[in-house]
């Protein structure tokens, strides 16, 4: 099992920034991509990002290309996703989840966080 706790959710005005957290344990090894979802009231879930632990390596979606960047602790198994430039419509909450292999659909995600919500005000 995988236990996976985000954090850093709030609310922020348009063009500002947060940096949400999500800490794993458990058997992290089993799990070695990690990825963020948003989830927003009437809109399908939506991939966001990814990040593969061991190599580094990331995708994002077109939409926040540029705006938001992924990345892994150095000691821990926490991924961070730093989101600048923030617009109303990243309006969501943001979930983040693990698995061996990690779809943009969300196939392949063993493990989901409970979620936390980022507000963007305009």
């Known amino acids: 099992q995988v236990q996976l706790v985000e954090s850093g959710g709030g609310l922020v005005q348009a063009g500002g920034s947060l940096r949400l957290s999500c800490a794993a344990s458990g058997r992290t090894f089993s799990s070695p991509v990690m990825a963020w979802f948003r989830h927003s009231p009437g809109k399908e879930r939506e991939f966001v990002a990814l990040i593969r632990r061991t190599s580094g390596s990331t995708f994002y979606v077109d939409s926040v290309k540029g705006r938001f960047t992924i990345s892994r602790g150095n000691a821990d198994n926490t991924i961070y996703l730093q989101m600048n430039s923030l617009k109303p419509e990243d309006t969501a909450v943001y979930y983040c989840?693990?698995?061996?292999?990690?779809?943009?659909?969300?196939?392949?995600?063993?493990?989901w966080g409970k979620g936390t919500l980022v507000t963007v005000s305009s």
């Open positions: 989840a693990a698995g061996r292999v990690v779809t943009a659909l969300g196939d392949g995600v063993d493990y």
